[in-house]
């Protein structure tokens, strides 16, 4: 076991959570690649190791407590205790609210509360031990409402809440959470809803970008900086906030 500093990634086989977990690894971290299938982990894993840094694939339904506990635990025994986690992994299951089925609402809570919950649970242990910890959720602009995703949205809201209990109680152990709401960042998650409005994604993120202040969409790596800021010493003192990191100023 070495000093390096060990983090933990959910969803990182690809979009957001694949830049963020690469981010971390250069930051140092040893990173802990977690998503639903440990083989599609295999990409992130070996752009991390092609670059000289530590990663392990770690195959985790993060909605099932005995699971996630099981891949805290792997990730301590094989990596080392877990200071950092990034609750990214997630889903959409978007529909007008009077099509929106009962399945819809429970998979999304499922994934992004119930997921981030029993991560935090199990990992804060391991924070608390330490002195020193970091939790970053992954949020969204869809927090303040947005059509088609009352699942969606009420989880997002529902994580910051999360997030300002959580810097509440765990501050005194040295630990910080913040979360982040993200904009439009182009991923296979805002090319699957282009697909679903059967929109071209080039002409939806080139729509969405004449509505953003800075006038374009956003890219992983966007996410994967402001969370490497979050999880640094120089961030000790940011606790408890909303960063919206999305080309312009939200509510
Ligand atoms: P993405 O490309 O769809 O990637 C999400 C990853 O999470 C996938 O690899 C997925 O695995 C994994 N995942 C889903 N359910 C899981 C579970 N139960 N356990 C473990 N892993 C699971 O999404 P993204 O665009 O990178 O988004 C990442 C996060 O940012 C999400 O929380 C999302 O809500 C949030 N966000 C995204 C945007 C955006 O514009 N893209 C904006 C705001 C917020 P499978 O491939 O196997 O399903």
């Known amino acids: ?4 500093r060990v983090a933990i990634v959910t969803g990182a086989a690809r979009g ?22 440990e083989a599609a982990c295999a990409g992130t894993v070996g752009t991390i190791a092609d670059e000289g840094g530590t ?6 339904d993060v ?7 099981a891949a805290v635990a792997r ?23 009077f099509k929106m089925s009962d399945d819809d609402w429970d998979s999304v809570m499922s994934v992004h509360l119930r997921g981030s919950f029993v991560m935090t649970r199990a990992a804060q242990e391991h924070m608390t031990k ?3 910890g970091r939790i970053v959720n992954l949020s969204s602009v869809s927090a303040l409402g947005n059509r088609g995703q009352a699942n969606y949205s009420a989880a997002k809201a529902g994580l910051q809440g999360f997030t300002k209990t959580l810097a509440i109680e765990l501050g005194r ?33 080139a729509a969405a970008a004449k509505e953003i202040p800075v006038r374009r969409v956003g890219v992983p790596e966007d996410i994967a900086g402001t969370v490497a800021f979050l999880v640094s ?3 000790s003192f940011v606790s408890g906030q909303v960063i919206y990191v999305a080309g312009g100023p939200r509510a």
Do not use: H, Q
């Not at 957001?16 to 930051?27: D, M, N, P, S, Y």
């Not at 990663?55 to 985790?60: K, P």
């Not at 909605?63 to 506990?69: H, I």
């Open 173 to 205: 152990f040295g630990v910080t959470a913040n979360a982040i709401a993200p904009g439009f960042i182009a991923t296979e998650m805002t090319a699957a809803t282009a697909a679903r409005v059967g929109v071209d994604f080039e002409d939806f993120k």
């Open 1 to 4: 076991m070495t000093d390096t």
């Open 130 to 132: 330490a002195g020193w």
């Open 16 to 37: 957001i959570g694949a830049a963020t977990a690469v981010r971390l690894a250069r930051e140092g971290f040893a990173v802990a690649v977690c998503d639903l299938d």
């Open 75 to 97: 990730v301590a025994a094989e990596l080392g205790p877990p200071v950092v986690l990034v609750n990214n992994a997630g889903i959409t299951r978007d529909n007008l609210l």
């Open 63 to 69: 909605a099932d407590t005995a699971r996630a506990n």
């Open 233 to 235: 010493d120089d961030a």
């Open 55 to 60: 990663a392990l694939a770690v195959g985790v």
